[in-house]
C-alpha cells in the first residue's frame, strides 16, 4: 500500500461561524468525513499540519479521532478568498484496494528541440485507479521533440493500474511547436543579416548619410 498522510484529529460538537471563527483561533481547521449511506463525522484538524499535507495532490489520509480512524480522500477544500487560508475540508471515506477516479494535473517535461516548445493541451486528465495508487502527477516527456510534434493520450505512459477515463485515445495531450513571437524574431534577423550583408557588398549608402571623405577633399581642390 502506498504511504499515507497520518494526522490526529478531535472530534468537533460544534457548528455555525462563531465555532469555526474559535477554532481557527486554536489554529485548528473544521472538517467533514463522508461516507456513502453512513452518516458524517465531524472533527477538526490540526492547521499547520493539514494545510502542509493539502499541497500533495491526490493524497490518502489516515484521520485518527479519539479511538477510531478512517482511511479518506479529499473531496472539497473551501478557502478565504482574501487570506487563501483553509476554511473547511470535506474528506470521503475509502476502502483499501477501492477503485476511484480523480483529477491528475499533466506536466511537460525535458527539452524539445530549437526554439520549440511544449504547449500542455490537457491540464488536467480524469483517471481510474486504487487508492493505494493515486498517482500526483503525470508526466510527459517532449526531450527531443521538433515542431510540430504531439504527444497523445495512447502515448501515455500511466503507472500500473491507473486508466484514463473520459479521454479519447487520438486527444492530443501535449504539443511541440514554435511560437510565432519566435517566428517573427527569427525573420527579423535573417532579414536584417541580408541588409548587413548588402551594405558590405558596396551598396548605396542611405539616403540622408553623411558624403564620403574622397568627395569632401574634391570641394576643397
Same mark, same amino acid.
Given at each position: 500500500?502506498?504511504?499515507?498522510?497520518?494526522?490526529?484529529?478531535?472530534?468537533?460538537?460544534? =457548528?455555525?461561524?462563531?465555532?469555526?471563527?474559535?477554532?481557527? @483561533?486554536?489554529?485548528?481547521?473544521?472538517?467533514?468525513?463522508?461516507?456513502?449511506?453512513?452518516?458524517?463525522? =465531524?472533527?477538526?484538524?490540526?492547521?499547520?499540519?493539514?494545510?502542509?499535507?493539502?499541497?500533495?495532490?491526490?493524497?490518502?489520509?489516515?484521520?485518527?479521532?479519539?479511538?477510531?480512524?478512517?482511511?479518506?480522500? @479529499?473531496?472539497?477544500?473551501?478557502?478565504?478568498?482574501?487570506?487563501?487560508?483553509?476554511?473547511?475540508?470535506?474528506?470521503?471515506?475509502?476502502?483499501?484496494?477501492?477503485?476511484?477516479?480523480?483529477?491528475?494535473?499533466?506536466?511537460?517535461?525535458?527539452?524539445?528541440?530549437?526554439?520549440?516548445?511544449? =504547449?500542455?493541451?490537457?491540464?488536467?486528465?480524469?483517471?481510474?485507479?486504487?487508492?493505494?495508487?493515486?498517482?500526483?502527477?503525470?508526466?510527459?516527456?517532449?526531450?527531443?521533440?521538433?515542431?510540430?510534434?504531439? @504527444?497523445?493520450?495512447?502515448?501515455?505512459?500511466?503507472?500500473?493500474?491507473?486508466?484514463?477515463?473520459?479521454?479519447?485515445?487520438?486527444?492530443?495531450?501535449?504539443?511541440?511547436?514554435?511560437?510565432?513571437?519566435?517566428?517573427?524574431?527569427?525573420?527579423?534577423?535573417?532579414?536584417?543579416?541580408?541588409?548587413?550583408?548588402?551594405?558590405?557588398?558596396?551598396?548605396?549608402?542611405?539616403?540622408?548619410?553623411?558624403?564620403?571623405?574622397?568627395?569632401?577633399?574634391?570641394?576643397?581642390?
Amino acid at each position: 500500500m502506498a504511504n499515507t498522510i497520518s494526522i490526529e484529529g478531535e472530534v468537533r460538537d460544534e =457548528f455555525g461561524k462563531g465555532a469555526a471563527r474559535r477554532m481557527r @483561533v486554536a489554529k485548528e481547521i473544521p472538517a467533514t468525513i463522508y461516507a456513502g449511506g453512513k452518516d458524517p463525522v =465531524f472533527v477538526k484538524l490540526p492547521m499547520r499540519e493539514t494545510t502542509l499535507a493539502l499541497r500533495r495532490t491526490n493524497a490518502l489520509f489516515t484521520i485518527k479521532y479519539g479511538k477510531d480512524s478512517k482511511m479518506a480522500v @479529499v473531496k472539497d477544500v473551501q478557502r478565504n478568498p482574501v487570506k487563501r487560508i483553509v476554511e473547511h475540508i470535506d474528506f470521503y471515506e475509502v476502502k483499501a484496494g477501492e477503485k476511484i477516479e480523480v483529477d491528475v494535473p499533466v506536466f511537460a517535461i525535458g527539452t524539445p528541440k530549437g526554439a520549440a516548445v511544449a =504547449f500542455v493541451d490537457i491540464q488536467q486528465l480524469r483517471v481510474r485507479a486504487s487508492v493505494d495508487q493515486l498517482p500526483e502527477r503525470i508526466d510527459v516527456s517532449v526531450d527531443g521533440m521538433q515542431d510540430g510534434e504531439k @504527444v497523445f493520450a495512447k502515448d501515455l505512459n500511466l503507472p500500473e493500474g491507473v486508466e484514463l477515463v473520459d479521454t479519447e485515445a487520438d486527444e492530443s495531450v501535449v504539443t511541440v511547436e514554435v511560437p510565432e513571437d519566435a517566428t517573427a524574431t527569427t525573420a527579423v534577423s535573417a532579414d536584417a543579416a541580408a541588409a548587413g550583408a548588402e551594405g558590405e557588398e558596396g551598396a548605396p549608402a542611405a539616403e540622408g548619410a553623411a558624403a564620403p571623405a574622397a568627395d569632401a577633399d574634391a570641394d576643397k581642390k
